[in-house]
């Protein structure tokens, strides 16, 4: 699967122009502006927050599957290790603050995430070895292995990991850096937006060194690696320690802005969770999870306020991205600016265009159809309500309608299947 | 995909916006709404939805209405948080909860917290199920109210039943492998140890949480332990896949549990759950009173769902009381006018103790039985009473030191 989903990386031409540092300042300045945009809306900050802790989480994950090769489902062991580390030392600090002495008085929960990283990357160091021998199939299963062990024992070990209820601490302890007090969500935005942004650069920087290459060419071809010199089982290790880091690094975020974790966040939900992230974003290009994180973080907080069947879309997205656009939200984007730099665009817009209307169609009359059948089955309301109209579940006119737009969809699709074709 | 995504956003920060109205007071449910866990949230919902109807009819919270929104949580804690969030942001001061103790834990938290950082726009959590006894004891909270019997309470008065019962001498304990299965395990030893030396404990097994589809090999091990009851804390699947494997194996042991009455269970165990599953309740489905049967005639007509949270209706009427009292909706004002606030319930007097927010309330010891007069879930199958155990005998001590605000 990786493999069909994956586009090599485009290797930069002007490493060390200017140009290259316009998509950081781009970053930099939207991190900067979110909070002009939002001020006073601290829902919009919560999610802000949560949106930065999944797309740390959703990188160091493409770190494994899209760059390295190797489909894991056990990434939230080291997700929620790290986040239990955070947590034992916002604690220990807290502790430490009241009696005003040892070490732990004199730590910021600024830097926490520090404290993560480092736990998810000692996890990462014992348990690796013996994983990496393979990837592909048998990677995937001794990982699925590890998040169920783990995940288990965070139920059985209460004194760690506190049992159903978790641990929880308190962020507004220790010393404060950079008048941080971590009051409120807009106050930890700062917090997560200096986060996201050291986190994100370092993984690209990852990408640029030696071994980040290597880890491409271990993916593409680990026996030519081998022949070459270079042990494959050795990089994947390595990319393992490195991808576990920056998993634990957003556990640690993820401590300090929920401050309590329990065991569920070691399991196999979160891990799924990761790869949906990553997969509907895009596995081959860099800032794909950015943007899957985004939409997934969206879709599951927000979604569920206008329908009953939010899970159904989600999954419905999942699958429709892997089947019908495998190289995932960025990797349309991408298409989209290499086919503009060629001078290429004019001629294969009228192919994209038409067959974003016809998914756009097909899309709009299979909500229509989900809503009324959930409304027919087992709504309350008598309508089902989709983009401020209203479908009766009980007249013909509905289903009618919805029928009309998923078959005028499939329509304008197989008519301009052409266009596509002859340009791919 | 990015238009709609666009309006998707715009529409969700409008939503944000826009705050609650003059003359009502909301009301929270964050629990699991979609999903495979939707079953346990949604009837909480209806429920509530059902109840407001009926207290609004009777001049509402304090002269306002009562409006009540349904957060989906996904049974996850930190989705918890996300959703808290966005009930704070619209104006809403009011948040209930009940599946799920890591949940539960991380809203105590929250709430608390919340209300030391913003002084004059406090939340108050109100806890319909959630039993760790620790949110009523070492971790008591003044903003945390529970309408349920915790665990151990629930315990104290399955053992009383049981105590009694002189026919019981060994007593096989099975639970699922986690927290509140050992702590199930652990009261049920001890309680039974002091209130009657004689039993035999004749077991005491753990198994893996939602994952066993077979308790066959655990049954036949209770079967030749040679038990006459059998105590569990299991819930979801794993209390119904255990009394099914129960009743194909041919063992009469009866069940004695905390959650067999819960939704689902009666459809899928049918004539097998009849005279074998018993549960510790603070209701049970013979509906004796008039005016309960009747809403459980009126609300399984109307949402398909059972008038079973008792507790529930309970918490709004002691809602609506305390705000009466205090004259407001102000939620430090209902918190203190809730504290030491008495009900006349259906099943009698029921209180809130002041000194850890945990309701003192008479419970139920019910069997499963068919052809009842209001049958559960369509069926003609519900839980039948078999003893009543007072107030008195449910109770425990509290090592809560309540912190109040000034």
Known sequence: ?424 | MLKSLFTFITASLLLVGTAGAAETVKLALIDPLTGPMAGAGQPALEHLKFEAKRINANGGIAGKQLEIVGLDNKVNPQESLVQLQKAIDSGIQYVTQGNGSSVASALIGAVGKHNQRNPGKEVLYLNYAAVDPSFTNERCSFWHFRFDANADMKMNALTTYIAENKDIKKVYLINQDYSFGHAVSKAAREMLKEKRPDIEIVGNDFHPLAKVKDFTPYVSKIQSSGADAVISGNWGQDITLLVKAAAEFGLDAPFYTYYGASSGVVTQLGDKGVDRIYQINEYYGDFEDPEMAKRQVEMYKETGWDFYYLRLSTMLDMFKKAADKAGSTDPVKVAKAMEGLTLETTNGEVVMRAEDHQIQLPMFMSVMKDDMKYGAEGTDYNFHKVARIEREDVTLPTTCRMRRPK
């Open chain 1, 1 to 424: 699967m990786s493999q069909d989903m994956s586009v090599p990386m485009q290797p930069s031409k002007s490493r060390t122009s200017l140009r290259g540092l316009v998509p950081w300042v781009v970053f930099a300045a939207v991190l900067l502006l979110l909070p002009v945009v939002f001020q006073g809306n601290s829902t919009a900050f919560t999610l802000l927050n949560v949106i930065g802790i999944n797309i740390v989480f959703a990188l160091s994950y493409n770190m494994l599957l899209g760059q390295g090769g190797m489909l894991s489902f056990g990434h939230a062991v080291f997700f929620g290790l790290g986040s239990y580390a955070a947590m034992h030392a916002m604690i220990a600090i807290d502790d430490a603050s009241y009696a005003g002495e040892g070490f732990w008085a004199h730590v910021p929960v600024v830097g926490m995430p520090v404290i993560g990283m480092i736990a998810g990357g000692l996890v990462a160091l014992v348990l690796g070895w013996p994983f990496c021998r393979r990837a592909g199939t048998a990677f995937a299963m001794i990982t699925l292995g590890l998040g169920e062990m783990v995940a288990a024992a965070g139920q059985m070990f209460p004194s760690l990991f506190g049992g159903e209820a978790g641990i929880y601490g308190n962020r507004m302890v220790g010393p404060q850096w950079f008048g941080l007090e971590l009051a409120q969500s807009d106050d930890v935005y700062w917090f997560m937006a200096f986060w996201t942004f050291v986190a994100v650069f370092a993984m690209w920087a990852f990408t640029r060194t030696p071994l980040g290459r290597m880890s491409n060419a271990v993916r593409d071809n680990p026996d030519r690696l081998q022949f070459i010199g270079y042990p494959p089982r050795n990089i994947r290790f390595m990319i393992f320690i490195a991808s576990g880091s920056f998993g634990g690094l957003a556990g640690g975020m993820a401590a300090v802005n929920y401050e309590i974790i329990t065991p569920e966040a070691l399991g196999l939900i979160p891990s799924g969770l990761a790869l949906l992230m990553a997969a509907v974003g895009g596995l081959g290009v860099f800032y794909g999870p950015i943007m899957g994180a985004i939409v997934v973080t969206l879709m599951n907080s927000m979604l569920s306020d206008y329908t009953d069947a939010s899970i159904l879309y989600v999954g419905l997205v999942f699958l429709s991205i892997v089947m019908f656009a495998p190289r995932g939200l960025g990797g349309g984007i991408e298409q989209v600016r290499v086919a503009w730099r060629e001078g290429d665009l004019a001629r294969r817009l009228p192919g994209w265009l038409s067959g974003a209307l016809a998914v756009g169609l097909i899309i709009v009359g299979m909500v229509v159809l989900v809503e009324m059948l959930f409304q027919a089955t087992h709504g309350d309301d008598e309508f089902a309500q989709v983009l401020g109209m209203e479908f009766d579940a009980a007249a013909l006119w509905g289903w009618l309608t919805a029928a009309v737009l998923v078959v005028l969809g499939a329509v304008i699709k197989r008519a301009t299947n052409k266009l596509r074709e002859d340009q791919a």
